[in-house]
């Protein structure tokens, strides 16, 4: 089956321009999670949802940043007036969930994002 | 913030020799994952290990738990020119107070593993 999908590839942006980052997870999982992994900070949580509901938006680093799961399916991370240093590869991931334990996570390929 | 500290940073061996790659955290943990990732990019599960075992295999990989001692070991054997990539060990937090784990992975900084031909 497929796994995790993530676009764009590749994205180049202006310092101060909005950016929309997609996640299509695998079918059937309910969990959906999104990392940044930068030089500096390394893999950092940014957010989970489970169906549509974001119990915990905790690692999101800033009010710029938001995030939104339709129909318990694709997720959008949207970055308002990027800076530079939100330049990192965004990862996003998901898994399956049974009785409220959560198995290992499917990641994508990421987005490079880079703000010039 | 980073639970997890790997060691060694950088790993560099020989075709069939074995690796070996240490993790620690510092909190209780319902699991430990080891991820492998290539350039940088998307991360590949290799072995979840739950707070309960204490060795798992899968193929050639090893990996042990202690939680007593808040450590994990991962043991990759013959190793092969493929097998070079960074590795990471992620822990997954014990249950809150409601009993649920939501799988908030924390990620340790990785070994960068070179296998020589």
């Known amino acids: 089956g497929a796994g995790v999908s993530q676009s764009p590839s590749n994205k180049v942006t202006e310092k101060g321009k909005d950016v929309e980052l997609r996640c299509d997870p695998i079918?059937?999982?309910?969990?959906l999670y999104w990392y940044r992994q930068s030089l500096g900070q390394g893999l950092e949580f940014l957010i989970y949802?489970?169906?549509?509901?974001?119990?915990?938006k905790s690692g999101l680093p800033s009010d710029r940043f938001s995030a939104e799961r339709t129909g318990g399916s694709v997720s959008t991370l949207t970055i308002q007036r990027t800076q530079q240093e939100d330049s990192a590869v965004y990862l996003c991931?998901?898994?399956?969930?049974?009785?409220?334990?959560?198995?290992?996570?499917?990641f994508g390929p990421g987005t490079r994002l880079t703000v010039t | 913030s980073q639970q997890g500290e790997e060691d060694p940073q950088a790993l560099s061996i020989q075709e069939g020799e074995n690796a070996t790659m240490n993790c620690s955290y510092k909190?209780?943990?319902?699991?430990l994952q080891w991820y492998r990732q290539n350039s940088g990019r998307g991360l590949v599960h290799l072995i979840l290990?739950?707070?309960?075992?204490r060795e798992k295999h899968s193929g050639r990989l090893r990996v042990t738990l202690d939680t007593s001692k808040k450590s994990s070991s991962l043991l990759i054997t013959a190793s092969r020119a493929a097998d070079t990539a960074s590795y990471f060990c992620?822990?997954?937090?014990?249950?809150?107070?409601?009993?649920?784990?939501?799988?908030?992975?924390?990620f340790g900084q990785g070994t960068i593993l070179t296998v020589h031909p």
């Open positions: 991931a998901s898994s399956f969930t049974s009785r409220g334990s959560h198995y290992e996570q499917y």
């Open positions: 079918s059937g999982h309910t969990a």
């Open positions: 949802f489970q169906g549509n509901s974001a119990p915990d």
């Open positions: 909190t209780s943990i319902n699991n």
């Open positions: 290990i739950r707070s309960n075992e």
């Open positions: 992620a822990t997954d937090p014990t249950p809150n107070a409601g009993g649920t784990s939501y799988g908030k992975l924390t």
